[in-house]
């Protein structure tokens, strides 16, 4: 019987992680769910060990710190687990001032999450993957690191990091079998727009008025689509968009 698949999924209570969580559980494979909520990873581990048959394990972990490399890194050798699959999600935007305003606390948040945590995660479970001479890891990256728009800048500077970072780690990673991808969604309805403005629920909205965004199903299903392709093809990037989107910032709205 072929064993049963590991996703190592970041940022897994709400938005992308959590659907990702839902797509890969459906799909039969086991898993391990990372973020700071514990009470929505555990409530999340219930719904989908009763939904589907298939074991779900979490670490309640902020990425931005760098003891998260030695916890998960203990995790893993405990259950002996190397995953198949980390998709390194967990990340955020906070503000949208002009450069000239930028809010310094903001400017930390989104580097130590969108760069370093990724970094961390990927320093933690890279080791398994290399002794496993297999593995895929997935970036979420974003429209914001292909192109910059007005209020962007950090936040489109650090996706844009995880831009050049994927493609150099898969070039690090070629002896060792590992697959590297970067899935770059547009506009999509998750979290994200009420945490960028801090809880303002009129101005999340907004995002989203008269044009159908993407839904964390949506990137969830493209991640689906490469985790599950053979072993030796890889979608080394996609840039996923809304219909209504052509680009940062053209929308066509009603
Ligand atoms: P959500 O806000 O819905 O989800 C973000 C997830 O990241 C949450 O599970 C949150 O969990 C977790 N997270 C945030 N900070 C940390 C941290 N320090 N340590 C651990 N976990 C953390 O947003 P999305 O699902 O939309 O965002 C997911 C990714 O997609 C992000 O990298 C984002 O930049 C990117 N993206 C989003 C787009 C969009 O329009 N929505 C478009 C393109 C890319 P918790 O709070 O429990 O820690
Ligand atoms: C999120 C998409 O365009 O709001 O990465 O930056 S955008």
């Given amino acids: 019987m072929k064993p049963i698949p590991t996703a190592f999924i970041t940022g897994a209570s709400s938005g992308f992680g ?4 839902e797509r890969f559980a459906a799909g039969g494979w086991n898993l391990i769910l990372l973020a700071r909520r514990t009470e929505k990873l555990k409530s999340i581990k219930a719904e989908l060990e009763k ?19 030695d916890a998960i890194s203990k ?17 955020l935007a906070v503000g949208m001032e002009l450069i000239q305003h930028g809010v310094l606390d903001d400017w930390e948040r989104m580097i130590d999450t969108n760069i370093k945590g990724v970094l961390y995660v990927s320093k933690a479970v890279m080791p398994f993957m290399v002794a496993a001479g297999k593995g895929h890891i997935v970036n979420i990256g974003s429209i914001a690191g292909k192109e910059a728009y007005p ?37 999509a309805d998750t979290e994200f ?15 989203y008025k008269g044009f159908k965004p993407l839904s964390g199903a949506d990137v969830a299903e493209a991640i689906w689509f490469a985790a599950n392709l053979p072993a030796h093809v890889n979608v080394n990037d996609m840039l996923l968009m809304p219909t209504a989107q052509a680009g940062a910032v053209h929308f066509q709205r009603d």
């Fill in 18 to 21: 959590l659907a990702c969580a």
């Fill in 51 to 69: 939904n589907f048959k298939i074991q779900v394990s979490f670490l309640t972990v902020d990425v931005r710190q760098q003891t998260c490399i």
């Fill in 75 to 91: 995790f893993l050798k405990a259950c002996k687990c190397t995953p198949d699959l980390l998709v390194n999600n967990a990340g």
């Fill in 151 to 187: 209020g962007g800048n950090v936040y489109s500077a650090t996706k844009f990091a995880v831009d050049g970072l994927t493609k150099s780690m898969r070039i690090d990673l070629l002896p060792h079998g590992i697959r590297v991808t970067q899935i770059a969604p547009g506009a």
């Fill in 193 to 207: 727009s009420m945490v960028r403005f801090k809880g303002d629920f009129e101005k999340a909205r907004s995002v």
